[in-house]
């Protein structure tokens, strides 16, 4: 996730190609066929970036990518499409661009984003959507925090823009079972035509996204919770700027918190913990 305009897409058709193709000598992944959902643009400019991204990561520039181009249709338009697609081809990841275009409803009400969730698991066993970042604030998610509950991996992308380059950070906000681990960096370069080079930057070709550091909204609530020891759904929302929905949904689900009733307000703490010898 992050703001609209700044190479999710890029990234996306990058991700897929290098697992389609198994491009393990430049990224760690394991080979599998991948078929690409394109909500968003129309097919010519899709394969104008697909020829683009081939060149620029040294493959053939014929090199096919699976892809269902439904540009203005909604996820359950193409749903049963995707269906055969996967069963056809043997398709091991779905790439989803994007979210937002899926049709159910309004992102902030969790019932259309749990019917995205539900309807995304249910094609394949692996899946990779492309979501959007508020207008102003670029470290959660844009919609329901059920888009938190219901991914196992969270990337929030950062950006860096210089006159022909732009220098891309995934940030891992939310690993289960995988771990954190620390930014990836990929560098695009671009001429008048489109993009010309894909590499991996060294720290002074972008220096303020090398800086950058990104805080999933789960540690910001415990990290406060650390300095304060004690404090409400509410108090929390206001000192990090979040909806009290989204604080009050993480502190009831979350394991690592207690409450305490003082009067008509729940008091949220971190649980005391016994370390054994």
Not at 48 to 68: F, H, K, S, V
Not at 108 to 133: F, S, Y
Not at 245 to 257: E, K, Q, V, W
Request: hydrophobic residues 40%.
């Amino acid at each position: 996730f992050g703001p609209p305009g700044k190479g999710k897409s890029y990234v996306a058709m990058t991700i897929a190609l290098a697992v389609d193709a198994g491009l393990t000598d430049m990224f760690n992944v394991e080979q599998g066929r991948v078929l690409f959902v394109n909500l968003e643009r129309s097919e010519e400019s899709l394969q104008r970036r697909l020829l683009n991204i081939n060149m620029a990561l040294g493959m053939d520039e014929t090199y096919p990518l699976l892809t269902l181009n439904a540009r203005g249709k909604t996820l359950d338009d193409v749903i049963e499409s995707m269906d055969e697609s996967i069963k056809d081809h043997d398709v091991q990841l779905v790439v989803l661009d994007s979210i937002s275009r899926a049709g159910y409803g309004d992102l902030n009400d969790n019932r259309p984003v749990n019917k995205i969730i539900d309807t995304l698991n249910n094609t394949c066993e692996t899946w990779l959507g492309l979501a959007h970042a508020p207008r102003g604030d670029a470290t959660h998610v844009y919609g329901s925090v059920h888009f938190d509950a219901g991914a196992d991996i969270i990337i929030q992308q950062v950006s860096e823009s210089h006159e022909k380059s732009l220098g891309i950070g995934l940030n891992i906000t939310k690993a289960n079972d995988v771990g954190k681990k620390p930014m990836t960096v990929l560098g695009y370069e671009f001429d008048d035509v489109g993009l010309t080079r894909i590499w991996f930057p060294s720290k002074s070709e972008f220096p303020e996204l090398m800086s950058a550091k990104s805080m999933s909204t789960q540690d910001e609530v415990f990290d406060y919770l650390q300095d304060t020891e004690m404090a409400t759904a509410g108090d929390i929302a206001n000192a990090i700027g979040k909806s009290r929905p989204m604080i009050s949904t993480i502190l009831n689900s979350d394991d690592r918190y207690e409450a305490t009733q003082r009067g008509r307000e729940r008091v949220f703490s971190i649980k005391k913990r016994t370390a054994f010898v």
